[in-house]
């Protein structure tokens, strides 16, 4: 059996007045059990060039069942404050949201809506990955 782990850690002492410390971690597994997910796409890596991407996919809904259980990871790892890749879902291509130099989403994926994603200027590369069941 697969076992694929996520951990992340949000700490700030200066943020509000409380300092803010979460640290949560997450096993990732099969839709309904306790096996973990056994398939990923792997990391992949897609490189503008020359040319900023408009809607390039990512993720092709028609490859997966939204009845299952899918993660998805998407980082633009440039370092760039000002260059930033959008994430997209759907036909009508809805901003979920902006990642600039450094940053990272990773969040469950029903697999029945298309991921693509833009960026804001020319020679700008992103990583990502699917981590999902059969």
């Known amino acids: 059996m697969a076992t694929t782990t996520a951990s992340l850690?949000?700490?700030?002492?200066?943020?509000s007045s409380d300092a803010?410390?979460?640290?949560v971690s997450?096993?990732?597994?099969?839709?309904?059990?306790?096996?973990?997910?056994?398939?990923?796409t792997g990391m992949a890596?897609?490189?503008c060039g020359g040319t900023a991407f408009?809607?390039?996919n990512i993720a092709l809904a028609s490859a997966y069942?939204?009845?299952?259980?899918?993660?998805?990871?998407?980082?633009?790892p440039g370092t760039s404050t000002t260059n930033y890749v959008v994430v997209e879902v759907g036909a009508s291509n809805?901003?979920?949201g902006r990642l600039y130099g450094g940053e990272f989403l990773l969040i469950p994926w029903a697999g029945d809506q298309d991921i693509d994603v833009s960026?804001?200027?020319?020679?700008m590369s992103v990583e990502y990955m699917i981590i999902s069941e059969a």
């Open 54 to 56: 408009s809607n390039k």
């Open 20 to 23: 803010i410390s979460v640290s």
């Open 45 to 47: 890596k897609i490189d």
């Open 119 to 123: 960026t804001s200027a020319t020679n």
């Open 9 to 15: 850690t949000i700490s700030s002492s200066d943020i």
């Open 94 to 96: 809805i901003v979920l």
């Open 26 to 40: 997450e096993t990732f597994y099969k839709a309904g059990t306790t096996i973990g997910l056994d398939q990923t």
């Open 65 to 76: 069942s939204g009845s299952k259980n899918h993660k998805l990871f998407v980082r633009n």
